[in-house]
Every structure is written in structure tokens, then in C-alpha cells.
């Protein structure tokens, strides 16, 4: 889904954090940090993400590791998603006796007029093979996940104006398009440990990171400031970097009660990984003719959540298969131990811990532990040879911004086609939160089974 792995490092690396305070018509990026708690694949997006009792092919070890344990053949898998973010803003206006002059009314507005941003990735491979050992079948998989993929474009602007003894009007304009993301190789393997019981891990090996090139400026017209009437631009540039290298583990169960009833169980694990960041920025004036430039790089630990869930699946019908999941993740562990960003003056903070993906200052704000919770259905259509299911589901998601910010409800709705050893899922997700944004993203996957069986029962 992405990722939707969206404040995003798109927003919330590429701005000083005095600055970012300040801007009004800002994308929130920050349902892509969903993706770290979830999976991929156009199956379980079409039933909106409740997937982790419901055993399945390459994809399903993204949900959970133990649901590949009932394949009886080898089976290869792509997914392809792309997520298009909206800001769901609304202009800002204040009214208020200025104190420099009896009667005299300062009057302003903040007016987004942009806010969007879009991406699009392959974002997971993987094949997956059965085989046995000492007489038990162990099912076995290597994939490739790009669990926050930053290789999109973000836009956002707006206009300030102030009316008072003075005028005081500019546009602002934001640019971003990033790339890389954080991605892992990862091998699985999952058993029937006794009847009905099926266990699983997943062993990650995380590595890449965001470059991320941001441009922001402001076009300022005043008239009676300082007794000065004119126009003028400042441009601001950052480039931010960010590499990562770490190992973590998830765990699953998947409990079969007959053909009927699934229960399952995850533990995605937390991990701390070696952080390698840089950022390079400057800034150009040209009303004063001031130019500068500076960069600064370091090393740290970025400490990530861990995620456990839970989900349950009935085949209500040959046909018919209903699942419900709920998810929690632990987002007030996360952060950075040690980090800074020089301005392009030069000036360097002090390496502090700062949360993660807020990028506040620990002891200013504490992110909080987000659920998600989801259902959907499945139904499988016969035409003729072809096998036709159609899906959809709801869901919500918390954020993990402790500020106030309403959480996401969001609708799914998708479709396939199996025939022979050949799968074809296509999935639409839609999200909102009121007042910070709304979200399309768009699931596609291709599955091939080698061989006649495609799962043991």
C-alpha cells in the first residue's frame, strides 16, 4: 500500500523545524508511514487490509509470516502501488486591533492554493517454495520490500496577507521529489509445527534510505515597510540524505480450525539500525544580496517501532470469505538518538534525540502508540475456466501524532483473475483525515503457481 513507508521525510527533513512550524499549506505525508505496520499486495488491500489470518501466497508473508505455510507449490509474486496525497486544508484568517494606533484593525489570511504529492513503485518481490525436511513440508521465500518508498513528488504553496498601517503579501511555494526509501531483503519460512498450527519468521535485512532535493520560496510585496514599497524573492534549498543498515525479525502463528476458521497471530520486530545522515542547504536574497551555503553529516541509531497483531478469518461459503485484523504499533519508542541539520548559515544545533518521523525535539512532544483496525470480504465468482473474486473492506487508522490530529477512516474496494497458475489482483484504497489529507492509492499484483496444486488444504 503504500506507503503508502506520509510528517514524512519528504516534509519533515527537507524544512528547519522553526520554518515548518510556520507554513500553512504543507502535504501530510504521514499515511505512508502505515506501510511499516502492514503489507503489500492487491489481495489484502482489497479487503482493506485484513489479512492476517488468511492464508495466502508470496505477498502473505509481508502480513504474516506463518500465512505461506499451506502452499503445496512454488509461487512467484510482484506488487505495484501508486499513492496520490491531497491536503484537506482550509484557509485561516484573523482579525485583530494592532496596538500601534487607536482603531487601527491588523487583518490577515493564510490561503492554501497547493498540497499535493504522488509515487508510485514496485514495492514487493518475492518466491516462495515448499520442500521437506525429516518428513515435515517447510515452506520457504526471498523477497525484496520497499517498505517506505520516497521516489515522489510533493507540492504544496500558499498566500499570506496582512493589512494594517502597512501591507505585508507573499506566495509560498514547496517542491520536493524524492528518492529511495527504506528497503529490505528478506528470507522467510514457515511450518506446520502440529496439527492446525502453522509458525513463521521473517528475517530482514534493512538498508537504503531518502535523498531528498527540496526548494522553497517566498515572493514578497510590501508597500510602507520601513518606508519602503517593493518587491522581492528568497529561495531556500536542502538536500537531506539519510542510509540505514539493520537486521529485525517477525514472528507469526496461523491456527486452522478445519476448512472453516483461521486464526492468526504477528510480531513484527522493532529494530535499532545505523544511521548515516547529511544534508547540504542555501539560501539566496535577492533584495539584500545575501547568498550562503553549508552542509553538515553525522552518524546515529534510528530506533523503530515494534508492531504485534492480530486477526481472525471465516470461510463462511466456498465463495465467501469474511476477515477482520487489528493492528497496534509502538510509535513512542521510535526515534533518533542523536541528530542535527546545519541552516545555510552554517549553524549547527547540538545533537539531540528527536522522535520519529516527527522530528521534535524529545521532551516537546511524545508520539503516541497508533492501532489500525480493519475488515473486508472476498467473494469468488465462477465464470466458466475463469476465477473471478471481488473484494472490499473498511478500516481506521490512528496517527501517531500527538497534537490533536484526527486518525483515517478509509473504504477499499478490488477485483482478480485466476486462471491456471496465473493470478491478476487490481485494488483501490481511499483515505481521509479530516483536516490533513486525503488519499488514492492504487494495487496492482501478479502471481504465477509452478505445477498443478496451489495449496494444501
Not at 200 to 217: C, D, K, M, Y
Not at 257 to 267: D, E, I, K, P, T
Not at 294 to 307: E, F, Q, Y
Not at 357 to 375: F, L, N, Y
Request: net charge neutral; with cysteine.
Amino acid at each position: 500500500m503504500a506507503r503508502s513507508l506520509l510528517p514524512a521525510l519528504v516534509l519533515v527533513f527537507c524544512l528547519p523545524p522553526s520554518q515548518a512550524a510556520a507554513q500553512g499549506g504543507r502535504i501530510d505525508e504521514s499515511p505512508l508511514y502505515n506501510r511499516l505496520a502492514t503489507g503489500a499486495g492487491a489481495r489484502a488491500w482489497g479487503m482493506a487490509g485484513a489479512q492476517i489470518a488468511v492464508p495466502g501466497e508470496g505477498e502473505a508473508i509481508t502480513w504474516n509470516p506463518a500465512a505461506i505455510g499451506t502452499l503445496g507449490r512454488p509461487h512467484l509474486s510482484f506488487s505495484f502501488s501508486g499513492d496520490r496525497l491531497a491536503g484537506d486544508l482550509t484557509p485561516t484568517t484573523y482579525r485583530s486591533p494592532s496596538g500601534q494606533r487607536v482603531g487601527l484593525i491588523d487583518i490577515g489570511s493564510i490561503t492554501p492554493t497547493l498540497s499535493h504529492a504522488w509515487g508510485r513503485a514496485i514495492d514487493f518481490a518475492a518466491v516462495v517454495f515448499p520442500f521437506n525436511v525429516a518428513r515435515r513440508r517447510v515452506v520457504a521465500g526471498l523477497a525484496y520490500d520497499t517498505h517506505l518508498s520516497f521516489s515522489q513528488q510533493a507540492d504544496s504553496a500558499y498566500e499570506f496577507r496582512h493589512d494594517s498601517m502597512y501591507t505585508f503579501n507573499y506566495d509560498y511555494a514547496y517542491s520536493a521529489a524524492g528518492t529511495g526509501g527504506f528497503d529490505s531483503v528478506t528470507f522467510s519460512i514457515a511450518s506446520e509445527l502440529s496439527r492446525g498450527l502453522i509458525v513463521g519468521a521473517n528475517v530482514h535485512r534493512w538498508f537504503n534510505g531518502p535523498s531528498v532535493p527540496a526548494t522553497e520560496s517566498y515572493n514578497y510585496s510590501v508597500v510602507n515597510v520601513y518606508s519602503w514599497t517593493g518587491t522581492y524573492n528568497e529561495v531556500f534549498t536542502d538536500r537531506v540524505n539519510l542510509d540505514i543498515s539493520a537486521f529485525s525479525i517477525d514472528l507469526g502463528a496461523l491456527i486452522l480450525l478445519g476448512n472453516r476458521f483461521s486464526a492468526g497471530l504477528v510480531y513484527r520486530g522493532g529494530f535499532g539500525a545505523d544511521l548515516s545522515y547529511s544534508n547540504a542547504a542555501s539560501y539566496r536574497n535577492d533584495h539584500t544580496g545575501d547568498s550562503f551555503s553549508a552542509s553538515l553529516s553525522g552518524a546515529s541509531v534510528l530506533r523503530m517501532p515494534w508492531t504485534i497483531g492480530a486477526g481472525v478469518a471465516l470461510q463462511v461459503s466456498p465463495r465467501l470469505l469474511v476477515a477482520a485484523d487489528h493492528v497496534q504499533t509502538r510509535w513512542s519508542r521510535a526515534q533518533i538518538d542523536a541528530y542535527a541539520r546545519t541552516t545555510a548559515q552554517g549553524a549547527a544545533p547540538v545533537p539531540a534525540i528527536y522522535a520519529f518521523p516527527t522530528m521534535k525535539p524529545v521532551g516537546t512532544i511524545q508520539q503516541s502508540d497508533a492501532g489500525r483496525s480493519a475488515a473486508g470480504a472476498e467473494y469468488a465468482l465462477r465464470l466458466k475456466s475463469w476465477t473471478v473474486p471481488v473484494r472490499a473492506g473498511v478500516f481506521y487508522q490512528q496517527t501517531y501524532l500527538n497534537d490533536g490530529s484526527p486518525g483515517a477512516w478509509g473504504v477499499a474496494a478490488g477485483a482478480g483473475i485466476r486462471r491456471g497458475h496465473i493470478e491478476v489482483d487490481a485494488a483501490w484504497v481511499r483515505d481521509r483525515a479530516s483536516g490533513r489529507y486525503a488519499r488514492n492509492s492504487v494495487q496492482t499484483s501478479l502471481g504465477y503457481t509452478f505445477g498443478e496444486e496451489r495449496r494444501q488444504p
